[in-house]
């Protein structure tokens, strides 16, 4: 009964701090109306996103949501991904990261859809 309890515990355990560690500060979604492309950690790839005409990034500096190359897990595959939605004229949810001093927002995850 103890190492029921005990498995149960961690297993709670672990899924806490791995939901903890996928928290987002902001949600978003709309059209990709432009891309901007800077240096390796200056906000590299940047992404500005409005929805019926209306910026849906508007608490972020600057207004765009960005990801770098060397901290981001699968970054070439997400670029290409984001273009082919802008170029395609699809629709994107964004799941970002807010930083609390800067208010610029890191892209964590996103959903591309019809």
């Given amino acids: 009964m103890l190492k029921k309890s005990l498995k149960l515990a961690i297993a709670a355990f ?9 928290a987002t500060d ?3 979604s709309g059209v990709i109306t432009g891309i901007s ?11 500005f996103v409005k929805q019926n005409n209306v910026d849906q990034l508007s608490q972020c500096t600057y207004s765009f949501a ?4 060397w901290s981001n ?10 273009l082919t939605a802008f170029s395609m004229g699809k ?16 892209i964590i995850d996103f959903t591309v859809y019809s």
Avoid: W
């Fill in 37 to 47: 492309l800077s240096g390796p950690a200056n906000y590299s790839f940047r992404i």
């Fill in 14 to 22: 672990l899924s806490l701090v791995t939901a903890e560690a996928q």
């Fill in 26 to 28: 902001i949600q978003a």
């Fill in 91 to 106: 629709s994107i949810y964004l799941y970002l990261g807010k930083d609390s001093s800067t208010n610029f927002c890191r």
């Fill in 73 to 82: 897990d699968n970054y070439n595959a997400k670029v290409a991904s984001l």
């Fill in 66 to 69: 960005y990801m770098n190359e």
